[in-house]
């Protein structure tokens, strides 16, 4: 018989995972506030832009369902998925209203005879308890018919925006924490399929080669909540120390790349995320890394290590626009381009997007700024309104006299622009290579002056 499982949040996470879990052969219902998405939704559209998430809903369609109402989602669920978002407060603690409403309408709603609620929102330490404290009085206030028990486990989320399915599919491990093995016995026969690999890979996410197995680590709350924030942290932190050689590596003059695949080479490090250039944005990283710090400090911890993080990740965008005052001396009225607005390619997500604080300073020093995005366009005209930007209609936009353009976004076509046009098209030929992208040989012979963060010039 297949479980009933209910998502309450069909943002990247809790679509991803609503999605899987129905083309797995589960009965899924996403419940979200958002009446327009689900409407979307219903109409089989999908309302974020995520590689393969709208073919595989339509493979799973006779297993999903979307509303707004939260009887229909929760009553008949035994698994309940929060997967709503914790956004970080001004100090850097995780806003907790969202997942606190979730959790009183799943106490209110539940039916069930026994019900395991997943927190896949990351939340922090120790949330898993106040979730049932808040689910317990919620059910206590509803006039049940007959005795619903339930139990609360964490099972955070490992999913990157742009190949969120295939980790979700084919991931490195599945963590579940919980104090009621109970939990863990339902939880590791729902994932069953994605452990031994038995499901049937969709044609367009085939299995890699070798693929046969996923990892179940089972644990207790609090560490499965911690494995979270320390995987992101540590990841971060990955990129902020690579960012932070890149930098010396300018000023010696060695090649960043060489370095990183020569320290990469040690399989105790691994090749990953040692990418140099204008660091992390998205909406985990930071929040993630914030919460992290605020969760030490409340226990009177320092977390030097992961405030380090934070700060060579801020600087790197500083840094860009450093190095434009060094080549163009006066930012006032002069035209800079900017090549890509989303955080990273494959995805039109903004949130703590490099290119909106390197714009905002380009403006606030008088600056006029043209920017083009494959992809997020429409969302950052939508959500940038504030900045006084003009959005081209194509890449090469960006180049019309302007005094300099700047790569943000690694998004491959960019990689294979005309420039010999762009040469052409500039009033000044200076290109900022903010990811690495470019073959700087080939822009030089072209006239273009570049520098590529990380790289000596
Ligand atoms: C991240 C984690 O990878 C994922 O496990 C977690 O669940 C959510 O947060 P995401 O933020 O979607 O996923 O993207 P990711 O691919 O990790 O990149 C994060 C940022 O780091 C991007 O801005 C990317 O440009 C940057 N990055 C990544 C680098 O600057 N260098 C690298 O080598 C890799």
Redesign the pocket.
Known sequence: MSKKVAIIGTGYVGLTTGVALSYLGCEVTCLDVDAEKVKTLKAGKCPIYEPHLAELMDLAKKNLKFTTDAKEALAKAEVIFIAVGTPSNADGTPNLTYLKSAAQSVGANIESPFVVIVNKSTVPIGSGNWVESIVRDAYRGQNQTQKSKFTVASNP????????LS?MLYADRIVVGADDPKAVEVLRDLYKPLIEQTFLAPGFLMRPEGFKSVHFLASDLQSAELI?YA??AF??L??SF??EIAELSEKVGADITHIAKGIGLDSRIGN??????????????GK?TAALIATGQEYGLNMPISKAAKDVNSRQRIRVVDILMNELKILKGKKIGILGLA??PF?D?LRDA?AYEIVQKLIERGAKVVVYDPVAMERAQKEWKGLEIEYANGAMEVFQESDAVCLI??WPEFASLAFDEAASAMRNKFILDG?GLFEQAKLQKLGLKTTILGRSS
């Open positions: 989320e490992f999913l990157r925006e742009g190949s969120a980790d979270k995987a992101n990841l971060a990955k990129i690579i960012n990953r995320f040692l990418q140099a250039g204008i660091g992390w944005g998205g909406s985990c990283f993630d955080f990273k995805t997500d490099p976004t690694e990811r």
